[in-house]
T-cell receptor, first 115, second 116 residues
Framework: AQKITQTQPGMFVQEKEAVTLDCTYD???????LFWYKQPSSGEMIFLIY??????QNATEGRYSLNFQKARKSANLVISASQLGDSAMYFC????????????FGSGTKLNVKP | DTEVTQTPKHLVMGMTNKKSLKCEQHMGHRAMYWYKQKAKKPPELMFVYSYEKLSINESVPSRFSPECPNSSLLNLHLHALQPEDSALYLC???????????????FGDGTRLSIL
């Protein structure tokens, strides 16, 4: 079975500072993918970044980077230079190899960026 | 603007009404999903269609009835809903197994459903 854990229900960060959102996972699959999504109050789920279990380098997409530590089963999202528009819910998700169409979501972290 | 379009954006209905939620995508994705999301909670998977066939039903009550008329459209028919069914209903699409595993699900903006 797959499980995603996000232990930070809420986070505050000052505008222009960096913030790390934690995500740990549990899976028996050898091959899997990890995703981060942003959900503003409007409701849309926006795909941010992806990390494959066999990727040797940490993924980066603009101000987003993923701190992937496979042995510790963690895939933390780092947002650099926070902006007010980054205030949203952030979900970590995982997809396994053998149940490809099923995404497992963590409970989410509500990020508030302070001016 | 998202590439997955959901209508309506808001829906208020009584417990005896029948209504439908609609979802459309033109990205050539052959997997489509319905999720239910309560406030401050993660999305809960309801149904998955793969190549227009129902592949996953997460023990959803029969008052929710999905339909996939073609590869671009996904409907969710609602009948005799309960107040606890009030939620945000999200549609998503993705490539199917065999595609690169880095392909994400693409979500619509959702339909906010309120049951009176």
């Amino acid at each position: 079975a797959q499980k995603i854990t996000q232990t930070q229900p809420g986070m505050f960060v000052q505008e222009k500072e960096a913030v790390t959102l934690d995500c740990t996972y549990d899976t028996s699959d050898q091959s899997y993918g990890l995703f981060w999504y942003k959900q503003p109050s409007s409701g849309e789920m926006i795909f941010l970044i992806y990390q494959g279990s066999y990727d040797e380098q940490n993924a980066t997409e603009g101000r987003y980077s993923l701190n992937f530590q496979k042995a510790r089963k963690s895939a933390n999202l780092v947002i650099s230079a926070s902006q007010l528009g980054d205030s949203a819910m952030y979900f970590c998700a995982m997809r396994g190899l053998y149940n490809f169409n099923k995404f497992y979501f963590g409970s989410g972290t509500k990020l508030n960026v302070k001016p | 603007d998202t590439e997955v379009t959901q209508t309506p954006k808001h829906l208020v209905m009584g417990m005896t009404n029948k209504k439908s939620l609609k979802c459309e995508q033109h990205m050539g994705h052959r997997a489509m999903y319905w999720y239910k999301q309560k406030a401050k909670k993660p999305p809960e998977l309801m149904f998955v269609y793969s190549y227009e066939k129902l592949s996953i039903n997460e023990s959803v009550p029969s008052r929710f009835s999905p339909e996939c008329p073609n590869s671009s459209l996904l409907n969710l028919h609602l009948h005799a809903l309960q107040p606890e069914d009030s939620a945000l209903y999200l549609c998503a699409s993705s490539q199917v197994q065999g595609a690169p595993s880095n392909q994400p699900q693409h979500f619509g903006d959702g339909t906010r459903l309120s049951i009176l």
